[in-house]
């Protein structure tokens, strides 16, 4: 016997630009729109019956459409009101995920209508929708970090396949993908947790003294769960792009951590979720 | 109370090239290769303890140092040899995967030492060994497809934001990322099965009419569980590269689906298992 | 004062795609397209005048609408329509220049409508026609090709900044970007000719010793040269992708040029034209 | 007669990141640079001669090995350093082009050791040094740029492939390309005159009543020839990013130029030199 397991379809990369004229500068919104359903849709593959499948295109379309009455406020408020949509569109919806990535624009100087983009992060929001509840997780992708002091790396196992020296004073550096789970509150000031989540995530990097990237990890998610009551959780995936110090004694020359290559490969690559202990056993809207 | 929820750890991106020279024409092996941990690290990361910590850069010496004697056969082969390595290698590691990316290379003519690479396609092996067994799953990955005719896509439902026409002609293109897990054998010859599992995608792909990409995906998987009794289930991720017919009306020019143009954004994305039913409860190694 | 010097405009990644369904296999051609213009432009750019400038979205139009009748041989003489296009289309236009790649599609086995996509390599055609004639390069880009025995590199000067030891047998690898010239005939068999030339190529390349990048680059252009009086000159941009011999020393295993590491970062970079002396004279069309 | 045309080679992507921790916050470098000779290099193709040929290998140790004592002020300054250099350490050598990108990196907040990357913007400098002189072009890339009012394209010829409405008020978006050559000043304060000239870049595009990108590439670029007498010419390269009304009125929603879908999908791309008459006929180095 075959049969379908954990299944979903959506429609991934839907380009959204919407410019408010209304205020100076004027607001412009720059979102990459990401959304998939998951349900009762077995006989969509089994028997090619395509009776519930809403077609992807329609959700792209659905986007736009919405996207003048409800893409007023946060990200996070817009996803929900899509996941909520999608979940009446169809009773053989059982999740809605909506993923938005928002490409930030920064006004010129003083122009009302001039703009550069801001392409060292990206904030993202993911919403999933069910007939249970709703999850909204917020996060950053693509910014990259660097400590160029008070990170070690010491005390490892060594075998025989151990070459790595210990350093106490090594350049550490990443580019961040983080995301956060609020508890279930639809009506969170979601702009003004961001930028205060965001804000921890950054000072907590820049003040402490790293033993490791999973080290780091800990204490910059730590600080932000004792700081944001709002936030059950937080999960960090951070490959460790490495800086070897060159050597340049073959010319003569000391190089004492002054002169370091930048290398993409191969990289680190650390990830994991710090919690609240007592809300572990919350159950989250999935597939299974 | 905040603690240490799922995590992991490792090396990734790392390339090694193996040349054998012993036989003609050349062997070439072009692999990335990741590596993860997990387990017992929990202090790692609260304590900044790095005792049990296996460096990442242990882990890339000894994927090298490994290959000579041990890349030998199949990457599944290799990734267990790998994989049980590092379980050995730390009494706090619980589960390792390797994830292993094989580049082909293709003789030039009847050249012994000249090759091209074959960017068409990539072959995937996942490998977990945990202590209480192992999970070996294949794939392909990178590899794009179409089909010209027999694609259909109707019957959907229509709301008012839905303006996409039926067809019963269609362009299908998509980017296959697929894989497959074996039942649990660690001597199947997986150079042989996964020649045959290829085939028989591909073959499946090229003789079915489509009614959707979720059509298509069951039909495939089907044929591949139908064929392949070593194989428990088969995963696809497909996205939808849409093709869209150009209007030449406007230039008196008629389009009877000749003339398409090509599109990246946005795209559908359709994503599904399809197993064997009495095999569903396999546990599987993981994280948890 | 102030003045306008070089400048071109047009539209680049048109992505075109035609179906030909009356043969089997179907015939799918993929294109992607760009369009240059240039010529007497400068009040467009110092008045804001744009009563002369063809619309690049037009250019995207008539890719489309002349590719029912004019795409059906080769991509050099599509390209050749297209330029002749747009050199009548405006009397201020004294340049057309038309770039298009073309990717390559394989029927899987025997079936008439469905197909792989061959990534391994880009087939390019780049056509510039004028009012006082026309030039046709055509070429191959995205090849990665590899050498694993018969390359060298010694001999070359040491300074004190020189660390690089002497080699007679290394691994030479290198993604491919070569272009050539066609003496003046637009009534070439474009495809055949492109057919013996890309096989001269891999064979040569194939078939010499190489004493460094440098060195290959003359070996293939020669070939090509010698073999094919409709060629020109040559021109090709050869990134040195290295690959390091491990050192395994430490672990006490020997590596006799066994297994390696694959780098992308830093890369060599050879760049040279090899062309006919006494066709060195001929103009080509440019936009000085 | 076969000959060795024009020709080049060098080493590229060399990363090379510079920590100066003697001030606060810590001075970061982060440097992505390619080096490149010209010269009397022909029997290195011919004759597979090895005997001038300066290891590329050789190239990337020297720009480790000067950077402690050389990278000091501006990469301008770095590149005529390195470029005389290697015109010194060959009497083969002709030319040297070197060619630096500049990542730049943010402090947090107050923090002498902690940085975000700015991914917005690279900055550039190319250096040419020969045995005549030398030039230096600095230049910006990767700047996404957005006006979302006063940018029109109207005026334009209309055949029969013409559907493009004319527009008085689009969206006008690119991501730039632009470099800028200096007056031969090896004095002068590069990083002063390429912050004063981006800032009048930046103020020109948000300031001016844009007919298309050619007439803004006229207007910024004239703004920066006016303002500084350093500069000889300016050259920019544009893609126009289409972002396109949503046509909302299937579902009965007005759009206003409100919603839009941003394309990467074709674009237009528009070329051009803008210079000072009177100098247009300064010869350049180059490898002719």
């Known amino acids: ?163 790595l020296p210990e350093t106490d004073d090594r350049i550490m550096a990443t580019k961040v993908t983080a995301s956060w789970g609020y508890a279930r509150d639809a009506e969170l000031d979601f702009d003004a947790v961001f930028d205060r989540v965001r804000s921890t995530f950054l000072g907590a990097f820049a003040d402490h003294d790293s033993a490791s990237v999973q080290h780091s990890i800990w204490v910059i998610a730590r600080a932000i769960l004792e700081a944001h009551p709002e936030v059950d959780d937080v999960t960090m995936s951070l490959p460790n792009l490495h800086h070897w110090t060159v050597d340049l004694s073959p010319y003569g020359i000391a190089n004492d951590r002054e002169i370091y290559v930048a290398t993409k490969e191969p990289h680190g690559l650390i990830e994991a979720t710090i919690r609240r202990a007592d809300i572990g056993s919350v159950e989250r809207p999935g597939t299974s």
């Open 1 to 163: 016997m075959i049969e379908v397991g954990p299944n979903s379809y959506g429609k991934s990369a839907i380009r959204l630009v919407k410019v408010d004229r209304d205020q100076a500068p004027h607001r412009v919104r720059d979102l990459t729109i990401a959304i998939a359903l998951a349900g009762d849709f077995a006989t969509s593959y089994s028997e090619g019956d395509n009776s519930a499948v809403i077609a992807t295109d329609t959700m792209k379309n659905t986007a736009y459409a919405l996207a003048g009455e409800h893409l007023t406020g946060s990200i996070e408020g817009y996803g929900l009101v899509l996941g909520r949509h999608f979940l009446a569109a169809g009773r053989e919806v059982d999740l809605v995920k909506v993923s938005i990535d928002a490409h930030a624009w920064r006004p010129i100087d003083s122009a009302p209508d001039a703009f550069t983009r801001d392409a060292s992060e990206t904030r993202k929001a993911d919403v999933s929708v069910s007939r249970d509840g709703f999850l909204v997780e917020a996060g950053i992708a693509d910014l990259v970090v660097m400590k160029t002091t008070r990170s070690a790396f010491a005390g490892f196992p060594r075998d025989r396949f151990t070459t």
